[in-house]
């Protein structure tokens, strides 16, 4: 994946398939591995302002573009040089980094204007006490077998990580039901396993995850 995309794309959508994995206490309901590549979702570029997405992307072709786009890298250079500044660091963020909305396909970001659901959720682990452990938190949780993130990577701050880690979309119940459900149970299970506590402003179907340069962003390829 090169430039950002400025042209949205016409993209087939499968079958979505699924099983149960989880600890006696904590289920949480993933999606089958073998349709991890298929989940796609809407790629909005900067500024945060602009609510109206400028393509679609998956999984793979994300883990691509944090990984290795030249651009992306420069802009999260630019974007780091204010970490010492909250404020300024926060409006770099909002104005040079592109965005996806993890859940799914938007029409315009805003939660009834959902096109099609992507089985992902984010969860954002912040405030971590250096980019050495943010980068162990990043390897240890894609590991993790309860979770299995579809993509992993260090955060806009450097010190935080962001998982997409699937779930069970429901025939039987709402989107945002299903959601909801997997969001409280992946936090709960941080918690109690690991003792992390997760961002919990991320907790709307389209809520915004900007996007960053991470080299050793990890990827789960089909079968693992």
Same mark, same amino acid.
């Given at each position: 994946?090169?430039?950002?995309?400025?042209?949205?794309?016409?993209?087939?959508?499968?079958?979505?398939?699924?099983?149960?994995?989880?600890?006696?206490?904590?289920?949480?309901?993933?999606?089958?591995?073998?349709?991890?590549?298929?989940?796609?979702?809407?790629?909005?570029?900067?500024?945060?302002?602009?609510?109206?997405?400028?393509?679609?992307?998956?999984?793979?072709?994300?883990?691509?573009?944090?990984?290795?786009?030249?651009?992306?890298?420069?802009?999260?250079?630019?974007?780091?040089?204010?970490?010492?500044?909250?404020?300024?660091?926060?409006?770099?963020?909002?104005?040079?980094?592109?965005?996806?909305?993890?859940?799914?396909?938007?029409?315009?970001?805003?939660?009834?204007?959902?096109?099609?659901?992507?089985?992902?959720?984010?969860?954002?682990?912040?405030?971590?006490? !250096?980019?050495? &452990?943010?980068?162990? =938190? #990043?390897?240890? %949780?894609? *590991? /993790?077998?309860?979770?299995?993130?579809?993509?992993?990577?260090?955060?806009?701050?450097?010190?935080?990580?962001?998982?997409?880690?699937?779930?069970?979309?429901?025939?039987?119940?709402?989107?945002?039901?299903?959601?909801?459900?997997?969001?409280? !149970?992946?936090? &709960?299970?941080?918690? =109690? #396993?690991?003792? %992390?506590? *997760? /961002?919990?402003?991320?907790?709307?179907?389209?809520?915004?995850?900007?996007?960053?340069?991470?080299?050793?962003?990890?990827?789960?390829?089909?079968?693992?």
């Amino acid at each position: 994946m090169g430039a950002p995309p400025t042209n949205k794309e016409t993209l087939s959508l499968p079958a979505i398939r699924s099983e149960s994995l989880g600890s006696s206490k904590f289920k949480l309901k993933l999606k089958n591995n073998n349709t991890m590549k298929e989940s796609i979702m809407s790629f909005y570029n900067a500024p945060i302002t602009n609510q109206v997405p400028n393509g679609v992307v998956s999984i793979i072709q994300l883990h691509a573009y944090i990984s290795t786009n030249e651009w992306l890298r420069e802009r999260t250079s630019r974007t780091r040089v204010a970490l010492d500044d909250e404020k300024r660091f926060r409006q770099l963020k909002q104005s040079l980094l592109p965005y996806v909305t993890p859940a799914g396909v938007f029409s315009y970001r805003k939660e009834d204007r959902l096109l099609f659901p992507s089985g992902e959720l984010v969860i954002d682990i912040d405030h971590l006490a !250096s980019p050495e &452990e943010a980068c162990t =938190w #990043r390897d240890t %949780l894609f *590991a /993790d077998e309860r979770l299995r993130p579809d993509l992993a990577f260090i955060s806009p701050s450097n010190t935080g990580v962001k998982l997409f880690v699937p779930y069970r979309l429901s025939v039987t119940a709402t989107i945002e039901w299903a959601f909801d459900e997997a969001r409280r !149970s992946a936090w &709960e299970y941080l918690e =109690w #396993r690991y003792g %992390l506590k *997760a /961002d919990t402003s991320n907790a709307d179907l389209s809520r915004a995850c900007f996007l960053c340069h991470d080299s050793s962003a990890k990827l789960r390829n089909r079968g693992n």
